[in-house]
T-cell receptor, first 118, second 113 residues
Framework: AQKVTQAQTEISVVEKEDVTLDCVYE???????LFWYKQPPSGELVFLIR??????QNEISGRYSWNFQKSTSSFNFTITASQVVDSAVYFC???????????????FGKGTSLLVTP | ETGVTQTPRHLVMGMTNKKSLKCEQH?????MYWYKQSAKKPLELMFV???????ENNSVPSRFSPECPNSSHLFLHLHTLQPEDSALYLC????????????FGQGTRLTVV
């Protein structure tokens, strides 16, 4: 069963528009972590943010902001005043205890491809 | 420059070939990972090494054989692969396996013909 759902496969916006990428997760753990990664065309995943399950405060970093809502199991990502350089695939990920309890592993969503045009 | 370096960036191999993917991290991390990224599928965790010891094999076929000689290097040995194994193989490292963020390499684009 998919633990992380990113319902938006592709989004296209015009530069300077705001855009929100949705992420819904599923877990039975009370302790877990949520992440967002950006994958530009070059291939590597770039870490953007980590949020633990006990911290529901929203976070803002420049043009990026994240809205964590435990009540709806969502961790949405908003880019304000988008730029062409924001074009990439964005992945939401959930980290929960492994079956063996030996550590944690990332469960990724399928990603949302964002295209920002001039 | 990324702290996690993967070579080669691109690889084309026949089904009877044997090849190896290499990953090196310069971040002083103790955990290293192999992920597989196929088209239209989520990234799949393949293997986890923590302090050079394999702690997770996510039901990966034996035609994929990982090796971790030290905390800075990780290999993925490939033999008798299938065309459906064609994918982007991503290496990652993290300080430990307790929820610290993972840093990824640029991946090896593998094509099996």
């Amino acid at each position: 069963a998919q633990k992380v759902t990113q319902a938006q496969t592709e989004i296209s916006v015009v530069e300077k528009e705001d855009v929100t990428l949705d992420c819904v997760y599923e877990t039975r753990d009370t302790t877990y972590y949520l992440f967002w990664y950006k994958q530009p065309p070059s291939g590597e995943l770039v870490f953007l943010i980590r949020r633990n399950s006990f911290d529901e405060q929203n976070e803002i970093s420049g043009r990026y902001s994240w809205n964590f809502q435990k009540s709806t199991s969502s961790f949405n990502f908003t880019i304000t005043a988008s730029q062409v350089v924001d074009s990439a695939v964005y992945f939401c990920a959930l980290s929960e205890a492994w079956r063996s309890n030996s550590g944690y592993a990332l469960n990724f969503g399928k990603g949302t491809s964002l295209l920002v045009t001039p | 420059e990324t702290g996690v370096t993967q070579t080669p960036r691109h690889l084309v191999m026949g089904m009877t070939n044997k090849k190896s993917l290499k990953c090196e991290q310069h971040l002083g991390h103790n955990a290293m990972y192999w992920y597989k990224q196929s088209a239209k599928k989520p990234l799949e965790l393949m293997f986890v090494y923590n302090f050079k010891e394999q702690t997770e094999n996510n039901s990966v076929p034996s035609r994929f054989s990982p090796e971790c000689p030290n905390s800075s290097h990780l290999f993925l040995h490939l033999h008798t692969l299938q065309p459906e194994d064609s994918a982007l193989y991503l290496c990652a490292s993290s300080l430990d396996t307790q929820n610290t963020e993972a840093f990824f390499g640029q991946g090896t684009r593998l094509t099996v013909v």
